[in-house]
């Protein structure tokens, strides 16, 4: 093992004859691509750099773990202009994940237990379906960083985030507002707007709704410990997000929380864009409650089971709940008692029994992080996102022949995850979005930006490279 020193910090090559990619210091990604740039006598821009990055990246494997979407099944692509037989280039991780090939198989064969079973698989076979969100639990805590009992599967993120704030928002006449951040997610809003009402209040006046300064893109970590400080008194509830699905954004969920509790307030955070893409340690944090979908970074399907975290600090409180069959403990579950055996964990909040379908889906994606790590993800999502970065600033923003774009995400890695979002400065961000989807590309569009997202579990940096070949063909004056 080589470690080389750099001014601000260093970073670890594992294996250095093989030239594997391994960063403890990721935040120097730049500078690793650039050290590999000179050492391999290439230009970071090229084809060949791309391509030369995926081969000696010990990840790549896992691309061949995903299904592909090509290019010609592709709904709204322009066939006379790309190979149908082509890989698509999918960086629309952070919208829906792509499917794992194991997910068919952990379908299959739960399927085949209700077809050889009956109801004899709630107790027997692959996943006994009395028990089919626990072999998801293990892996789940490590990616959020929950201890187990912490860490439950059930319903829908939004539904879920309605089940938590009814044990955690409970405003009084003096301390009321729910304080999070402009351009949250919708269905965050909505559920904020309509907690609010259920107890009395007026958004109106109960809202506390932050904003970025005047001619910044994301929010400083300063203004929201500015805020909490003026307002805290007033604020029962703090709900950011982990990662900013606009922006891309990391808060800094410990910061936050910590002075958030000095000031007497609950945090929780929706981390429906952190889960699977950045680490987390939500217990040490002390973060009180947490929600999210799994059919993003985590791959599950779309609209798969979601899944949410309340710390063990809480598990003896009072805190209301609402109640339902699979609240029971295990073990009396089925005495089919007139009071409820509450289980004094997380589990405790569950209603009803969760679907075996979507947990095979989730379990069976959920093995691939459990195989590899969330560090070595994020480690190599670093790199990605970094190139990425570079190659929109060295090769579209630099030359006035092409497209530019403002990135309206941090530059900091340690305050970004597996996403840039990017405005178009000369087309509209629609425009480009049409003209990306007949070439094959998949990105998502909201409003006026488009976001890109690098995923590390089956994108390259040749999809990157392409990526940016297809930005840089565009002529914008036929558009």
Partial sequence: MSTI????????????????ILLTKSKLAQNYLLEKSQEWNVELKSEVFAKKMDLNDPLQYLRGEFYYPKMGGLPKVDKS????????????????????KRTKKYLDLCLDDWAKLGVYGHYYGFMPWAKCDYPCLPTMCKLVG???????????????????????????????????????FPSDSYAINSQIEFHGFNPKDAKLILSPRKDETYIRTNDIIDILKKEGKSIALVLFSGVQYYNGQVFDMETITRVAHEQGCVVGFDIAHAAGNIPMKL??????FAVWCTYKYLNSGAGCIGGFFIHSNHF????????????NRDSTRFQMLTDIDREENANGYRISNPSIHQCAALAASLS????????????KSRLLTQYLQYLIENELNNNQKCLSFQILTPNDPDQR???????PVEITAQILFDELEKRGVVVDIRHDIIR???IPSYNSFFDIYQFISVLKTIDISIL
């Fill in 5 to 20: 020193p750099y001014e601000n910090g260093e970073y670890t090559e594992i294996n250095g004859a093989a030239d594997k």
């Fill in 81 to 100: 202009r790309i190979n149908v037989n082509d890989d698509s280039i999918y960086l629309c991780g952070h919208s829906l994940g792509l499917q794992p």
């Fill in 146 to 184: 929950g201890q187990m009992g912490e860490v439950g599967v059930m319903n829908q993120l939004t539904t879920n985030l309605h089940f938590v704030m009814i044990s955690f928002y409970r405003p009084t006449s003096e301390r009321y507002k729910i304080l999070y951040e402009c351009q949250a």
């Fill in 283 to 288: 217990h040490d944090w002390n973060v009180d």
């Fill in 316 to 327: 003896h409180s009072k805190l209301p709940k609402l109640d339902g069959w699979w609240s």
């Fill in 368 to 379: 691939i992080f459990e195989e590899v790590g969330i560090d070595k993800l994020h480690e």
């Fill in 417 to 423: 995850g597996a996403q840039l979002s990017l405005k």
């Fill in 452 to 454: 890109v997202a690098p």
